[in-house]
């Protein structure tokens, strides 16, 4: 089963809901199309969060499925679930030895070159900042590589630039901090870049493709999200058209 959802963004979620945003199933594990604003897991805090619907995704099993690996709140796409323990056991040595590809698109501000390879150790800002994380010299080894997709132009006039982001390493606000760092920060962060905390444009980070090598002597497992509404405008700001978006859906059918 392959797919791609185009629900938009909402405030919370129900059973009908993540089973809609449901991308790829097989015996071993899912994918959805997580949606921005909504927490993977429950935090200190409380709020709704993706764990709390995930009874839903059961499909018969007795156990309901568990995360595999996280996105940030803000971040939308591809999110991995294992079916059971095993097959999370199996997912978590996949991504510990860097044996799934995943490719993020982004819309940043500012002129980088074409392509490139971020190389930028990473360590915590601070201890009362929990998970903000800064360039550190003596920080975890982080490697991204990145390739412009297009260019144009945002609101006051101000260059804009649509980048496909491969991580290398999965440190945690990798792509954020590495994109700041070079000078062109993701639009919409509020964190690594010039966005208010509210009314701004959201964080335009995308988890676009994610490749799987599941199973011996088979194909890896390829499966994309399509970018939410939220990113649609300035995505189209660069280059990115409705009528891609439709050919998508057309061969996914």
């Given at each position: 089963m392959r797919g791609a959802s185009i629900v938009d963004t909402l405030p919370g979620m129900t059973s009908e809901e993540i089973l809609a945003r449901l991308l790829y199933r097989d015996a071993l594990m899912l994918v959805i199309d997580k949606p921005a604003g909504i927490a993977v897991h429950q935090g200190p805090k409380g709020g709704d969060n993706l764990e709390a619907h995930f009874d839903a995704l059961r499909f018969g099993l007795p156990r309901t499925p568990a995360l595999a690996h996280r996105l940030d709140r803000d971040t939308s796409g591809c999110l991995v679930l294992g079916r059971h323990r095993k097959a999370l056991e199996t997912l978590g040595k996949l991504f510990k030895r860097g044996e799934i590809s995943k490719t993020y698109w982004a819309v940043v501000?500012?002129?980088?070159?074409?392509?490139?390879?971020?190389?930028?150790?990473?360590?915590?800002?601070?201890?009362?900042?929990?998970?903000?994380?800064?360039?550190?010299?003596?920080?975890?080894?982080?490697?991204?590589?990145?390739?412009?997709?297009?260019?144009?132009?945002?609101?006051?006039?101000?260059?804009?630039?649509?980048?496909?982001?491969?991580?290398?390493?999965?440190?945690?606000?990798?792509?954020?901090?590495?994109?700041?760092?070079?000078?062109?920060?993701?639009?919409?962060?509020?964190?690594?870049?010039?966005?208010?905390?509210?009314?701004?444009?959201?964080?335009?980070?995308?988890?676009?493709?994610?490749?799987?090598?599941?199973?011996?002597?088979?194909?890896?497992?390829?499966?994309?999200?399509?970018?939410?509404?939220?990113?649609?405008?300035w995505l189209a700001r660069c280059g990115w058209s409705e009528a891609s978006l439709s050919a998508a859906q057309m061969a996914d059918g």
């Open positions: 501000e500012g002129e980088p070159p074409d392509e490139g390879l971020i190389d930028l150790p990473l360590g915590k800002l601070d201890s009362k900042r929990g998970w903000w994380m800064k360039v550190d010299p003596l920080g975890s080894p982080s490697q991204t590589r990145w390739k412009v997709m297009g260019r144009g132009i945002g609101r006051e006039e101000r260059p804009l630039a649509w980048l496909a982001l491969e991580p290398l390493t999965g440190r945690t606000h990798q792509l954020r901090v590495h994109a700041s760092s070079m000078g062109w920060p993701i639009l919409g962060d509020p964190i690594y870049g010039s966005a208010v905390f509210a009314g701004g444009p959201g964080l335009q980070l995308h988890a676009r493709e994610i490749v799987i090598p599941l199973y011996k002597n088979k194909e890896p497992i390829k499966v994309e999200a399509q970018p939410p509404e939220a990113m649609r405008e």
